[in-house]
């Protein structure tokens, strides 16, 4: 089956407290980026990459960190996490930024 | 740069009535439209596209949407609501010309009542 999968789906961590969000995604695609959704904002992009070893920042990416060392895979780092992070993640994966975006599940931030 | 507005953040809808999502977007070039939706706890999954072609686009689950270039528009629609239509509702816009750049809407919410 097609699909994209996030780990963890909830984390509550503390300030300061480094953390890593898992994508994989298993349908060879070299288009994945990461989304945070916040109340009456919709989704925002914060990292996207083209291909392995490929990445680029999207419109919110202060104080998150990205890598694509695997084709498959694309974690999110935040390497000291702040109150102002809480969101819920999404970690997306296309053929190309123009065809259908495939989102994974979802991942529920708190930082307290 | 490209931008999204949906106009309404919440929509309630008898059931069998007509839905109908605003979208309005700005681009400096040919855009690609696209309509997502959001179960609750869920991702996003896509309804329709509109990339080249025809304007009227069909999707999944009866809706539609029509690509206005002279109006900046790309409204979504179903003719008769099911209870199963109630999610959050996003248009996203992605330039032609540029990689990585999806811009989504701030999202709808669709109420449907009995």
């Known amino acids: 089956e097609a699909q994209v999968t996030q780990n963890p789906r909830y984390l509550i961590t503390v300030t300061g407290k480094k953390l890593t969000v898992t994508c994989s995604q298993n349908?060879?695609?070299?288009?994945m980026s990461w989304y945070r959704q916040d109340p009456g904002l919709g989704l925002r992009q914060i990292y996207y990459?083209?291909?392995?070893?490929?990445?680029d920042k999207g419109d919110v990416p202060e104080g998150y960190k990205v890598s694509r060392k695997e084709k498959r895979n694309f974690p999110l780092i935040l390497e000291s996490p702040s109150p102002n992070q809480t969101s819920l993640y999404f970690c997306?994966?296309?053929?190309?930024?123009?065809?259908?975006?495939?989102f994974g599940q979802g991942t529920r931030l708190t930082v307290v | 740069a490209q931008s999204v507005t949906q106009l309404g953040s919440h929509v309630s809808v008898s059931e069998g009535a007509l839905v109908l999502l605003r979208c309005n977007y700005s681009?400096?070039?040919?855009?690609?439209l696209f309509w997502y939706v959001q179960y609750p706890n869920q991702g996003l999954q896509l309804l329709l596209k509109?990339?080249?072609?025809?304007?009227l686009v069909k999707g999944i689950n009866g809706f539609e949407a029509e690509f206005k270039k002279s109006e900046t528009s790309f409204h979504l629609t179903k003719p008769s609501a099911h209870m199963s239509d109630a999610a959050e509702y996003f248009c996203?816009?992605?330039?032609?010309?540029?990689?990585?750049?999806?811009?989504f809407g701030a999202g709808t919410q669709v109420v449907v009542t009995p």
């Open positions: 997306a994966s296309s053929s190309t930024p123009n065809t259908e975006a495939f």
């Open positions: 349908m060879n695609h070299e288009y």
């Open positions: 990459s083209m291909n392995v070893e490929v990445t």
């Open positions: 681009s400096s070039v040919p855009p690609y």
């Open positions: 509109y990339t080249t072609g025809a304007t």
């Open positions: 996203a816009v992605s330039e032609s010309d540029s990689w990585g750049k999806l811009q």
